[in-house]
């Protein structure tokens, strides 16, 4: 598949995944097919998380369905094997935060690159980054894949305050949206990663040795007067180096799926 037939094809997929019924044989399809204009795209780790989906609804697919059977086959939900480094659980943290780090500068692709990877950490069943990952798609101007992350992301959620909230924003860039719609904005993904990053993003070492602690000050708290604010210290420990960051507890909860969203 040509890069330009697998972009203009992802609007028409994303519409299929958000009008059809969750438990329609069109569900695994439409993401396999979704995977195939991402990875010609190349996108992979947007790949990695439609053929997740697709997998996971395996059991929808049509004894007809011979070929994708065969595809979700090959399939493992196993992201070391298929990108050559590992993605602990930990990690999704500091993707977080790192994501955080280039929404702020105005790098939506960088930081849907970070989400992505937190998600792919996570396992996927994090409300809360699909959410995040809805809103870089939508500053890209990607307004079909932003309502499908959104209403996948309050597909996920406990809390009926977030779901409605989560499903607000997926009608609101339905409203947005254009008959245009690039499906994906090549060039700007392309000109965003030619840009340098921003200084004092969080640090993500691929390196297995080094893990996350999280640690709560003496007391539980530290912050702002007496002691309020709830500020936990996020350590980045390896023999040789230590850097420290400090985030809310707030942010904490909101890299993790819960909390308030904005």
Do not use: H, W, Y
């Given at each position: 598949m040509e890069r330009g037939e697998a972009t203009a094809a992802i609007p028409l997929l994303c519409e299929i995944l958000i009008d059809s019924d969750l438990e329609s044989p069109f569900q695994p399809i439409v993401w396999i097919d979704l995977a195939r204009c991402l990875s010609a795209s190349g996108e992979r780790l947007l790949e990695f998380i439609a053929l997740r989906e697709g997998s996971r609804l395996r059991n929808l697919l049509g004894l007809s369905d011979q070929e994708e059977r065969e595809e979700l086959g090959r399939f493992v939900d196993d992201p070391e094997a298929?990108?050559?480094?590992?993605f602990p659980r930990d990690r999704r943290i500091r993707f977080g935060l790192r994501a955080q780090g280039y929404k702020k500068a105005g790098l939506p692709t960088q930081a849907l690159d970070c989400y992505t990877q937190g998600l792919i950490c996570q396992g996927g069943s994090s409300g809360g980054v699909w959410f995040q990952m809805g809103e870089c798609f939508a500053a890209l101007g990607e307004l079909w894949l932003a309502e499908l992350f959104f209403r996948k992301a309050a597909s996920l959620m406990l809390d009926i305050n977030l779901r409605e909230k989560f499903l607000g924003k997926a009608k609101a860039v339905r409203r947005e949206r254009r008959a245009n719609d690039p499906g994906l904005a090549i060039?700007?993904?392309?000109?965003?990663?030619?840009?340098?990053?921003p200084p004092d993003l969080c640090i993500v070492d691929p390196v297995e040795a080094r893990r996350i602690y999280l640690q709560?000050?003496?007391g539980g708290r530290t912050g702002g007067k007496g002691g309020a604010g709830g500020v936990l210290r996020v350590s980045?420990?390896?023999?040789?180096?230590i850097a420290?960051?400090?985030?809310?507890?707030?942010?904490?909860?909101?890299?993790?799926?819960e909390g308030d969203f904005h």
């Open positions: 298929v990108f050559g480094r590992l060039e700007r993904r392309r000109a965003d990663r030619t840009r340098s990053d709560i000050s003496p980045l420990k390896n023999r040789n180096n420290c960051r400090a985030i809310s507890e707030r942010q904490l909860r909101s890299l993790n799926g």
